[in-house]
T-cell receptor, first 110, second 112 residues
Framework: AQSVSQHNHHVILSEAASLELGCNYS??????LFWYVQYPGQHLQLLLK??????LVKGIKGFEAEFIKSKFSFNLRKPSVQWSDTAEYFC????????FGAGTRLFVKA | NAGVTQTPKFQVLKTGQSMTLQCAQD?????MSWYRQDPGMGLRLIHY???????DQGEVPNGYNVSRSTTEDFPLRLLSAAPSQTSVYFC???????????FGEGSWLTVV
């Protein structure tokens, strides 16, 4: 069955620390992978997406993700986080039937 | 999120009542879907549709009904509301062959 799992439910970092959020997917067929961010009180915003080509995908706000087919992973990274990155992050996979991970809440201490 | 409109934005229901969450899009997208978002569980797919007249169940369909009589509209019906259906509901659309999902702004539902 199609599934997306995120490794950490809560992450706390200090400003300027590096970030890596884990995501693993499990489904066959075409690989469509996404990372979304949800700031407190707001709706989902697309950070980046991967469909094919270069496995290193760059998104908005300095985020990037790497698709590693052999590990079924699509981890999100940012070299230096800011307080404004405090939010919940969701990995998702699929096309019209998109399945979401449970989310990772990131808190960045100023 | 221009183009995907959800109503109502907030609703309080009593247990056993029925109601319909409306979702309308003006982007002529073939795909529409409903998700519910609960703390610690991410977004879970309730029902989805790949075109007018075609619907299918997602991960958590029980207690919900959908129909897709037109391309533009995809209403979600709660047949007999239960407290477990207290959640934030998101409608989403996508173009066939496209690679971006567009979300509505959400509907906050409380069942007491």
């Amino acid at each position: 069955a199609q599934s997306v799992s995120q490794h950490n439910h809560h992450v706390i970092l200090s400003e300027a620390a590096s970030l890596e959020l884990g995501c693993n997917y499990s489904y066959g067929g075409t690989v469509n992978l996404f990372w979304y961010v949800q700031y407190p009180g707001q709706h989902l915003q697309l950070l980046l997406k991967y469909f094919s080509g270069d496995p290193l995908v760059k998104g908005i706000k300095g985020f990037e993700a790497e698709f590693i087919k052999s590990k079924f992973s699509f981890n999100l990274r940012k070299p230096s986080v800011q307080w404004s990155d405090t939010a919940e992050y969701f990995c998702a996979g699929g096309s019209f039937k998109t399945i979401f991970g449970a989310g990772t809440r990131l808190f960045v201490k100023a | 999120n221009a183009g995907v409109t959800q109503t109502p934005k907030f609703q309080v229901l009593k247990t056993g009542q029925s109601m319909t969450l409306q979702c309308a899009q003006d982007m002529n997208h073939e795909y529409m879907s409903w998700y519910r978002q609960d703390p610690g569980m991410g977004l879970r797919l309730i029902h989805y549709s790949v075109g007018a007249g075609i619907t299918d169940q997602g991960e958590v369909p029980n207690g919900y009904n959908v129909s897709r009589s037109t391309t533009e509209d995809f209403p979600l019906r709660l047949l007999s509301a239960a407290p477990s259906q207290t959640s934030v509901y998101f409608c989403a659309t996508a173009r066939q062959g496209g690679n971006t999902i567009y979300f509505g702004e959400g509907s906050w539902l409380t069942v007491v």
